[in-house]
């Protein structure tokens, strides 16, 4: 180094140590061991906790889709409102699935438990969890079914609902004569009664209004209700469809004409009420004179509400008439009626009815509309 030079004059950096190196280095491979070692056993550990996952996973889909412990096919009441964890204990109290928290895991897992629908459903001998998952979800539940013929009352059909063990709860009050369609339903157990006559009511008013609405001019009823009345005697003069618009024909033509109806059906419900006839009273002439409201004997018109729950062809005969001069009908002796216009015809009629009774040794029936 020159004196006297302007360059800065540095101290010399001591060299590292030949020893000194080899004592840095040991260090530093250790800390790097360290780092791989633990990042290792992560990476293992998490592969560890995937398989042992992935091999829950795969065991859970094995249960859930496997062959179930049915032995013979079972039924299932899904309740109304029942959560997931409900259907699950239940249908495993019933033997239908083997575990019920596979089977709540496994519709989880599909997304279908708020598509899980309430009604009776039927499984057959080895349904897997998601074949009984994919039932419940169809809404393909069991139908049951009850018939209510034409011409029953209120009480013969609150009588039917009932005795039916697939209906539950408490019948309502009893529903006006007339008010009920006659027809099959079909419903899931576990509906309740009030709600079937609900839906009975609903569809008989429906029903009405539609006929009503389209009736021809000219009827002699004063109202909808007169109506329902006039259809609910028709329907119980006769079961032949045929000939429900020819009867209705006579007691439009007696309405007009200001005549008595004179029909024994209404002598039946003055006297004995929704209950109807027994089977082995006749009707005698007491009961023709009976002073009931209902009686079409005693008074002239109408009575003062139906006597039965009319169908639709009993309606529809009496929204359309056959266009008759007819005044009188009475039974045959076949099945069917003989109908006149005049009261001779009609009292020869009556007789031939009494003769093919006396042969037959049958009890003699009261000649309608006499």
Not at 118 to 146: C, K, Q, W
Not at 227 to 250: M, N, Q, W, Y
Not at 279 to 287: A, G, K, L, T, Y
Request: contains cysteine.
């Amino acid at each position: 180094m020159t004196i006297g030079s302007d360059e800065t004059v540095r101290e010399p950096v001591p060299a590292e140590t030949t020893a000194e190196r080899h004592r840095r280095k040991p260090r530093s491979r250790s800390a790097r061991n360290s780092f791989v070692a633990f990042l290792s056993f992560c990476v293992s550990g998490a592969l560890a906790l995937a398989l042992a996952a992935a091999g829950v996973v795969y065991w859970g889909k094995t249960e859930f889709e496997g062959a179930g412990p049915l032995q013979q096919e079972a039924t299932y009441l899904v309740p109304k409102g029942g959560g997931l964890d409900t259907i699950a204990s239940g249908l495993e109290r019933k033997g239908i699935i083997s575990d019920a928290r596979i089977f709540e895991y496994g519709v989880r897992f599909e997304r279908a438990a708020s598509q899980l629908k309430a009604g009776e459903y039927a499984f057959a001998p080895g349904a897997s969890m998601r074949d009984v998952m994919d039932t419940i979800r169809s809404g393909n539940a069991i139908l049951h079914s009850v018939t209510i013929p034409e011409g029953w009352t209120v009480a013969q059909v609150y009588a039917r609902l009932a005795a039916d063990d697939t209906l539950v709860g408490d019948l309502p009050p009893v529903a006006p004569e007339g008010s009920l369609l006659p027809e099959t339903y079909k419903f899931t157990r576990g509906l309740s009664r009030a709600e079937l006559v609900s839906q009975m009511s609903a569809a008989q008013s429906k029903l009405v209004a539609e006929i009503w609405k389209g009736r021809q001019d000219g009827l002699p009823v004063k109202d909808i209700g007169q109506f329902v009345t006039l259809a609910s005697i028709v329907e119980k003069e006769t079961g032949i469809d045929s000939e429900r618009p020819h009867v209705a024909s006579v007691f439009v033509n007696r309405l007009r004409k200001n005549m008595r109806l004179q029909s024994d059906p209404t002598i039946i419900y003055g006297i004995w009420g929704g209950a109807g006839k027994p089977s082995d009273e006749p009707i005698r002439q007491s009961h023709i004179a009976s002073d009931t409201p209902y009686n079409t004997y005693v008074i002239r018109g109408l009575p003062p509400g139906p006597i039965a729950n009319p169908g639709r062809a009993a309606l529809e005969a009496v929204a359309h008439p056959l266009d008759t001069d007819d005044l009188y009908f009475v039974a045959d002796g076949t099945g069917g009626h003989a109908f006149s216009k005049t009261l001779d015809e009609h009292n020869g009629n009556v007789r031939r009815l009494r003769e093919i009774e006396r042969r037959s040794g049958a009890v003699p029936a009261s000649a309608s509309t006499e």
